[in-house]
């Protein structure tokens, strides 16, 4: 055995040393990216080449490529030809806040074990809880990741409004969630986790504009009651995934207090809009919610994974992972807001409320106003020209900083669309200038784009558009010629 290797891991020299290189390149690589200089957003590999050339790296490579190679291999979200999936393009300070919780490491799960990151954690999420114009008695957690946070307010959920103890003695009758059909999947996913099985989730279709179609609760609901279902929460998308576009969240509410449901707002991409003046006005109704998910990495600039879960009634984030007894606490008792692992799905988590405290340090809520307002304005710009030529058509008027659109030609039946818009998104992912994911709404293909770096100008989608129609012609002539 080596004795000294330990040493060597733990060498404080060498850690000087790597971090001052590694922050060199890294800001290099920032400003590169940023000013768009570089030819492309990612250079693609297929997976099998990539897997080769990493379990070759791990017996050959020469370890000062390491890092470079890892630029090299990965997609550049601070390039502003990066229009695709819904990750930020991370402030870098998150970069540095990320790195003081991984040497320091500490568990969070009980307050000794991360103490100024726990009382971070309360200010951010009291914070949160005000702009959704919760009282006083709101409280939340971080937790790893919308997924994780929407399955975790269904169970506060399930607890607060069912009267059986579903969580020691599991599910005694059907009980289950109403949610839209456009609604992310780890909604589904959450559901199906918690036994509702798939009658459990009562999906409610959306209107021609993608939006929840509100006529259609009562009748959903009414129709899940005489199928003998205990229907004990409602999710609002703010906005759904696919197509950026709010649920009416004020109709939501009122529906929820008739029927005494718990009412969920997954605003994992859009709640982030309670900080922008112009565009708070799509959250109208967030305030009559019982829950509400943010997510730090999608538009508040923070590094993946950071969100938060906030409860109108804070006593509700206290008895998730409870014993039912547990559920009062008495007037004695203290409030141990501070013993974080009893209130998240995670014992250990990371120091994530570094990334969102230090943002609101440094440059205050009005960083977020910006990020999110200049991004969904980018978006209307798109839009008008996107409107203006007649070799595209959008699937919907945008909301939010998501658009679908696809591109057409007239002598194209909808299946032949189809595929040349597949065949373009695929073209576009091997050329790698610029990146954008694609959809399929109602059985037709759309390319997606959602508008993330808040350096991308209209200038960027017009030679996004123009790439799109050379690509186009370019696979249309081809076809001809086959
Ligand atoms: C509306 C919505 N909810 C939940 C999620 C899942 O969040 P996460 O990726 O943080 O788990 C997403 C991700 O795109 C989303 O758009």
């Given at each position: 055995m080596d004795e000294k290797l330990l040493n060597t891991v733990y060498n404080s020299e060498s850690f000087r040393n790597q971090g001052h290189t590694l922050i060199d390149l890294l800001a290099n690589h920032l400003e590169k990216s940023l000013s768009g200089s570089s030819q492309k957003t990612m250079n693609w590999k297929n997976p099998e080449d990539e897997l080769g050339l990493w379990k070759v790296f791990l017996e050959q490579g020469n370890l000062s490529d390491f890092f470079p190679q890892i630029l090299e291999r990965t997609i550049h979200t601070h390039n502003p030809k990066y229009v695709g999936h819904q990750v930020a393009a991370p402030a870098p300070i998150g970069a540095l806040t990320g790195m003081i919780g991984s040497i320091l490491n500490n568990g969070m799960a009980v307050y000794e074990m991360g103490m100024a990151p726990t009382a971070m954690e309360r200010i951010v999420c009291d914070l949160l809880g005000e702009r959704i114009?919760?009282?006083?008695n709101s409280r939340g957690i971080l937790t790893s990741g919308g997924t994780l946070a929407n399955l975790t307010a269904l169970l506060s959920a399930r607890k607060a409004m069912v009267d059986s103890d579903v969580w020691n003695n599991g599910l005694t009758h059907k009980l289950g969630i109403m949610v839209s059909e456009e609604a992310h999947y780890c909604v589904d996913r959450a559901a199906k986790i918690m036994g509702l099985?798939?009658?459990?989730?009562?999906k409610v279709p959306v209107t021609g504009t993608y939006t929840?179609?509100?006529?259609k609760l009562e009748p959903y609901y009414q129709e899940a009651k005489k199928n003998g279902i205990e229907v004990f929460a409602i999710v609002g998308s703010a906005?759904?995934?696919?197509?950026g576009i709010y649920d009416d969240l004020e109709a939501i509410g009122q529906f929820a207090e008739k029927h005494n449901l718990w009412f969920h707002v997954d605003g994992a991409h859009g709640g982030a809009a309670i900080f922008s003046k112009k565009y708070e006005h799509l959250l109208n109704g967030i305030e009559s919610s019982d829950s509400v998910v943010i997510d730090g990495h999608k538009m508040m600039m923070m590094p993946t994974i950071t969100t938060a879960l906030i409860y109108k009634e804070g006593k509700h984030s206290h008895t998730t992972f409870t014993q039912k007894a547990d559920y009062l606490l008495t007037h004695t008792d203290e409030e141990d807001w501070y013993n974080g692992g009893k209130r998240t799905f995670e014992c250990t988590k990371s120091m994530m409320s570094l990334h969102w405290y230090i943002m609101l340090k440094l440059y205050g809520e009005e960083v977020f106003d910006q990020n999110v307002t200049t991004l969904y304005d980018l978006a209307m710009e798109f839009e008008q020209l996107l409107k203006k030529d007649n070799h595209f058509e959008l699937a919907f008027e945008p909301q939010s900083n998501i658009l679908c659109f696809r591109y057409l030609d007239a002598g194209l039946n909808l299946e032949e669309l189809n595929s040349i818009n597949q065949a373009i998104r695929q073209e576009l992912l091997e050329d790698g200038e610029f990146y954008l994911v694609q959809t399929k709404l109602r059985g037709v293909h759309y390319l997606r784009t959602t508008?993330?770096?808040?350096?991308?100008?209209t200038k960027h989608l017009s030679q996004l558009l123009e790439k799109i129609k050379s690509v186009a012609e370019k696979l249309l002539a081809k076809q001809l010629s086959q």
């Open positions: 114009g919760y009282d006083k099985g798939e009658v459990g989730i009562i929840i179609d509100v006529e906005p759904s995934t696919a197509t508008l993330m770096n808040p350096f991308t100008t």
